[in-house]
């Protein structure tokens, strides 16, 4: 095989891995695809729902064929895509049961049917118990691909049946190459801002759908980073006296909260990690001095517990904590920590 996945940019060693069982006949029928959101989980997996069809000796999958273009287009019948239902927070048991009563019909045009789980951390445990009987006697045409951010929400009895496979982050110089072939903003940023690119790319923490978003929404990115650096030395000021005041700044819409934890986390990382490890790549700082800036003023110890924190706030928000009451959770369980 002289190429394996060419469109998923990154992950080289999953890439060879992957292609080697598919070439051998030895793919197992199901994987736990974990990453960050962003991180290239959805494409990887209709990337190897190709792949198991593809009937190319060069390239796999070669997006050429026509089963390649059914199902890298979206049309085939044997590739089925499965969300939480619109406006839950997470999975029933019913919609679980609905795939089992179609599972033991045989694919329609191909060898393989593919079954893809977006969010799959967000199966509630009947639902998740209902999923393992499936994983325990599949047919032998079944294959599923779990996309999970969060691994640590799905059952130990999952995780034995399904092995983890973890995507990598992508180095900056290749989510550069990507955003200039595909965002007229990040052309325009290349040209007129290159530094405010450069810290686009830096805070995309290797995710390509991040590096994305934060292209084209910058300012609200730029937002969420005031917001972040408030934060921080509202936390480190003395008794972390002006962390209450900022209670009404943190956002209360679902998805903007996630986005926010996210990069506060990465500071926290990035403060545990300098302590340690100076020279160590920085995830939210776009300099070592500020990132010791901040070191000098936090343990790692308690950078670890308000990582922890975070966390957990993530996984209840995942489910179905309200936005607002999380807001306040993030504040008082931010103020306790520092405090002690």
Do not use: W
């Amino acid at each position: 095989m002289d190429r394996c996945f060419p469109a998923v940019i990154g992950n080289e060693k999953l890439k060879r891995r992957l292609a080697l069982e598919i070439e051998e006949g030895r793919f197992p029928h199901a994987y736990i695809l974990a990453g960050r959101d962003g991180s290239g989980k959805m494409t990887l997996a209709m990337n190897i729902a190709a792949a198991l069809a593809c009937k190319s000796k060069h390239t796999l999958p070669c997006g050429e064929c026509d089963s390649c273009r059914k199902i890298l287009g979206g049309f085939s019948p044997d590739v089925l895509i499965l969300r939480k239902e619109e406006g839950k927070k997470e999975f029933s048991v019913g919609l679980i049961r609905e795939i089992k009563n179609g599972l033991y019909i045989a694919p329609n045009e191909l060898e393989k049917r593919v079954y893809i789980i977006e969010d799959a951390e967000l199966m509630n445990p009947s639902a998740q118990n209902a999923f393992l009987k499936m994983l325990e006697e599949p047919p032998h045409y079944a294959v599923f691909l779990l996309l999970c951010a969060n691994v640590g929400n799905l059952l130990d009895t999952i995780k034995s049946r399904a092995p983890i496979l973890y995507t990598e982050a992508i180095p900056e110089e290749d989510i550069r190459a990507y955003l200039l072939a595909h965002s007229p903003r990040a052309k325009e940023l290349a040209a007129s801002s290159p530094n405010e690119l450069h810290a686009i790319l830096h805070a995309a923490g290797g995710s390509i759908g991040q590096a994305m978003y934060l292209c084209e929404d910058a300012e609200k990115y730029g937002a969420l980073k005031k917001l972040t650096a408030d934060f921080l030395n509202a936390l480190t000021a003395p008794a972390a006296s002006g962390v209450d005041l900022l209670c009404d700044a943190v956002p209360t819409d679902a998805n903007t909260l996630l986005e926010f934890l996210d990069m506060l986390k990465r500071a926290f990382r990035d403060i545990a990690v300098y302590k340690n490890a100076p020279s160590c790549a920085l995830l939210f700082f776009e300099s070592a001095e500020r990132a010791e800036e901040y070191a000098m003023k936090l343990t790692v110890s308690k950078a670890i517990a308000l990582i922890e924190a975070i966390d957990g706030l993530l996984a209840d928000l995942r489910l179905n904590l309200d936005a607002r009451l999380a807001a306040a959770t993030l504040v008082g369980g931010m103020r306790a920590i520092m405090t002690k």
